[in-house]
């Protein structure tokens, strides 16, 4: 079984920074794209940042020049850095990977996600 465990949500004020963790476990050969994603309330799941196998990365408009998206591959941990954080960040913030499994399938993994919390 191939799970995902995320760490590093909490409540900060405007300005401030948080750092997400996300690791993952289970028989892989190895993991493409992984990825953060996250959802407000009443509003719909968005990419925040993705990053490839081979280091390249994408970023939401929203949050470009802010948050800094980092893997480890040797650790299977994917990193998210926000600094800057407003009140508009506020979400919860979930992990996502592309791994390919011993029986060589591919499956798209979701973590439990992580609330942030950015006060005024």
């Known amino acids: 079984q191939v799970q995902l465990v995320e760490s590093g949500g909490g409540l900060v004020q405007a300005g401030g920074s948080l750092r997400l963790s996300c690791a993952v476990s289970?028989?892989?050969?190895?993991?493409?794209?992984m990825g953060w994603y996250r959802q407000a309330a009443g509003k719909q799941r968005e990419l925040v940042a993705a990053i490839t196998s081979g280091g390249s990365t994408n970023y939401a408009d929203s949050v470009k020049g802010r948050f800094a998206i980092s893997r480890d591959n040797t650790k299977n941990t994917v990193y998210l850095q926000m600094n800057s954080l407003k009140p508009e960040d506020t979400a919860v913030y979930c992990c996502?990977?592309?791994?390919?499994?011993?029986?060589?399938?591919?499956?798209?993994?979701w973590g439990q996600g992580t609330l942030v919390t950015v006060s005024s």
């Open positions: 289970g028989s892989i050969i190895s993991i493409n794209t």
């Open positions: 996502n990977a592309e791994v390919l499994r011993i029986s060589k399938r591919l499956l798209e993994v």
